[in-house]
């Protein structure tokens, strides 16, 4: 299986909110940068970080608009991240990028508008 596919079952993964599914997909070792939040090091603290994301609300959309693999086989993807929180959706645009190993994610960055998201939860919330 490509890098690529792996990613896009990776995103499967997230949008059933299977936990341990999603953690299937990275190294003991994995980085996940959430840019500009902190860096998140190791399965563990990913565990905690992707828990947050995935309880937010009752579903999680993955929009992939665009995915590509480079001869390194590090995919990119542009996305439009989709959470249904209290009834309505919260969406953000991101760009993602993806380093696999042995068909594991070693590191993942996020990069999107923490200020839009904010601003999104603060609507949501106030309702």
Do not use: C
């Not at 399965?43 to 609300?57: C, L, T």
């Amino acid at each position: 299986m490509g890098n690529i596919a792996i990613v896009k079952d990776f995103i499967a993964a997230w949008e059933a909110q299977d936990m341990e599914r999603v953690m299937g997909f990275f190294l003991e070792d994995a980085v996940w940068h959430n840019i500009p939040m902190p860096v998140v090091q190791g399965a563990g603290d990913i565990r905690k970080a992707i828990a947050g994301f995935i309880s937010m609300g009752d579903k999680v959309r993955f929009e992939t608009l665009h995915i590509a693999e480079s001869s390194a086989g590090v995919v990119m993807t542009e996305r439009n991240d989709r959470f249904h929180i209290n009834g309505q959706w919260l969406e953000i645009a991101v760009m993602g990028v993806f380093e696999l190993r042995n068909g594991k994610i070693a590191k993942w960055r996020d990069y999107f508008d923490l200020g839009q998201f904010q601003s999104q939860m603060e609507k949501i919330s106030s309702q």
